[in-house]
Every structure is written in C-alpha cells, then in structure tokens.
C-alpha cells in the first residue's frame, strides 16, 4: 500500500506539472518551507523543494507564467516552449518522490511521468487553442484561474488522498481525450472560416477615396 501512495503521489505531481509546472514546484515548497504540511518519513526525498532557491525561482517564473496565460495567443507560444518543458519537470518530480529508486525503476518512473505529464500539457494546450479562436480575452482569463485553482486543489487532494487524486487526474485527462475530436473539430472551423474571410477579394464597388 505505501508503495501505490508513492506511486500516485509521483505521478499525480506529474500530472499537475503537466498543467502548471512552476505552481506546483512553488506552493508544494512553501508548504514544506513554512511546515504547512508535514512530509511523512517515505517523503523525505521531497524536502528539497523547500529550499529558498528553488521557491524563488519557481515563484518568478509562475509569475511570468501567471501573465502569459491571459493574453490570447502568448499563452499558447509559452505552451508550445513548455511542451518539452513541463514533461521533464514532471519526471524529474516523481523521480524525487521515490527518492533513490534503482536504475531500471528510475527510468519505467520517468516515461510513465513523463507521459503523465506530456498528456496533461497536451489537454491544456489544445483546449487553450481553442479558447484563442474565440475574439474576446475573458475566456482566457477564466481558463488561467481555473487551471490554478486545479492545480491548488489538486495538490491539496493529493497530500490528504494520493490514490484518490491520481484516479480523478486520469478521469479528467480520459474525459478530455474522449472530446478532443469535437474540440479539434471546432478548432478547424473556425480556422477555415477565418481563413476564408482573409482569402475574400476586397469589395470593388467601395469609393476609393
């Protein structure tokens, strides 16, 4: 049983990486820094991300990630340079869950992950693009909010509940796979009808001034 809660703690920071990779570093190290949670003992390997360093640099650059997530269209550049990004950090979280597993471990923890990771990104990016074909920004807004308090919520669920949390997480990502083909549909439309507009010959019968 300890080592599933290990497990669905390293990849459920996996997943949240996926989303926000820089919250989840920040608030879990407050959290250990400031003795908001106390760290079980198979935990330990965790303690690291309560160093001043690494809560700095994580908290800028949320900070920059908390700007860039609102404005159409740079949110979706800041995803597409964090599609390698988020994956790693990912990895490298659940790595350090386990503390000092053994090579061949180390690695079947990495790509699952990694994977983890990589398909929590995917869901956000895309639904982030589409969100960017809509022309008014709350909607962006909305999402970048939501997506924190996710993140916050989700770390929350897995320090009281890791198993629970790693289940919901799948769910979602399962939920948002099984809808991706109507939201790349979407997507597609309202590109085309776009595209279409711009292709259109100006209006001749305009004065010309």
């Not at 650059?61 to 860039?68: D, G, I, V």
């Not at 990895?91 to 990589?118: D, K, M, R, Y």
Request: aromatic share 8%.
């Amino acid at each position: 049983m300890e080592r599933l809660d290990l497990l669905s703690v390293a990849l459920g920071l996996a997943a949240l990486a996926g989303v926000n990779l820089y919250l989840t570093v920040f608030a879990t190290g407050l959290a250990i820094h400031f003795h908001w949670i106390t760290l079980a003992p198979q935990y330990q390997s965790l303690e690291v991300l309560g160093n001043p360093w690494i809560i700095s640099i994580a908290g800028v650059l949320y900070l920059l990630e908390f700007f860039a997530d609102k404005i159409p269209w740079v949110d979706s550049i800041w995803d597409a340079v964090h599609t390698v990004i988020r994956p790693i950090g990912g990895a490298l979280l659940a790595i350090q869950v386990l503390g000092h597993p053994s090579p061949a471990l180390t690695v079947i923890i990495a790509l699952l992950a990694g994977g983890t990771s990589l398909l929590a990104h995917t869901a956000k990016a895309a639904t982030r693009l589409a969100s960017n074909t809509s022309p008014e920004p709350l909607t962006n807004i909305g999402l970048s909010l939501g997506e924190d308090a996710a993140v916050l919520g989700g770390l929350t669920l897995v320090h009281f509940s890791p198993l629970l949390a790693l289940i919901i997480f799948l769910i979602c990502i399962g939920a948002f796979w099984y809808f991706a083909r109507r939201i790349l549909r979407s997507i597609k439309g309202k590109l085309g009808v776009s595209r279409k507009k711009l292709d259109e010959p100006a209006d001749r019968n305009m004065p010309v001034q």
